[in-house]
């Protein structure tokens, strides 16, 4: 579920629709938390589904650790990539905003741990990458680790609406993660191995 202080908007004939904030959403905040109403659909079922309905779901979903499709049920599928996420995703299934979130403001994510099967070029934000790769994951997870655990802190002192929606274990993890740093998972826990071909069964 995304953070109820958000809604969806024209960007820019480029971008197409994004997710941005209707008031303030301060760093720290828990800006999305994988669901009951998300689905799932293994390699196998994605494969089947109909082919109008693939093409809805390469569009959307985004690749889990399992190499499952996830589809966000709500506006959480419109978020956006940037090199310059004003959000940023963590081992236990939800994001934190990473930077206070102003209203009007996209909520971004960096599609760069979402397990993508192909390279794809992005907009250009000034920054060093210009494409974002299936491996970036791999390559970047030691400065995105350290990302987390500089933010995770300001978790603990924000407003969290969305928090009854983390399964306990999980935030007993996350939490203990913050008062140990050497214990909080790295981001890459949340890579898939784009190694095995599911053929249609049809």
């Keep these: 579920m995304i953070h109820p202080d958000t809604e969806i908007r024209f960007i820019s004939a480029e971008i197409g629709y994004g997710v941005v904030a209707t008031k303030l959403i301060p760093r720290g905040t828990i800006t999305w938390v994988q669901d009951d109403l998300d ?14 309905i693939k093409k809805f779901l ?3 979903s985004f690749v889990n650790k399992n190499g499952e499709m996830v589809l966000c049920w709500d506006n959480a599928k419109f978020v956006n990539h940037s090199f310059k996420p004003s959000c940023f995703s ?3 299934d939800f994001e934190i905003a990473i930077r206070d979130i102003y209203p009007g403001e996209e909520l971004t994510d960096d599609y760069g741990y979402l397990n993508v099967e192909k390279p794809f070029q992005a907009i250009d934000e000034g920054t060093t990458r210009k494409a974002v790769y299936p491996d970036d994951i791999l390559t970047f997870y030691k400065e995105w680790d350290a990302l987390i ?4 802190p300001k978790v603990l002192e924000t407003e969290q609406p969305l928090l009854q929606l ?10 203990n993660g913050i008062h140990n740093p050497n214990q909080m998972k790295s981001i890459l826990e949340c890579h898939y191995h784009h190694n095995v071909k599911v053929k249609n069964a049809s």
């Design 58 to 60: 390469d569009t959307y």
């Design 39 to 52: 689905q799932i659909f293994t390699p196998t079922q994605a494969a089947n589904v109909n082919p109008a």
């Design 166 to 175: 983390i399964p306990k274990n999980n935030w007993k993890e996350f939490v």
């Design 149 to 152: 655990l500089e933010n995770a």
């Design 90 to 92: 963590t081992p236990y």
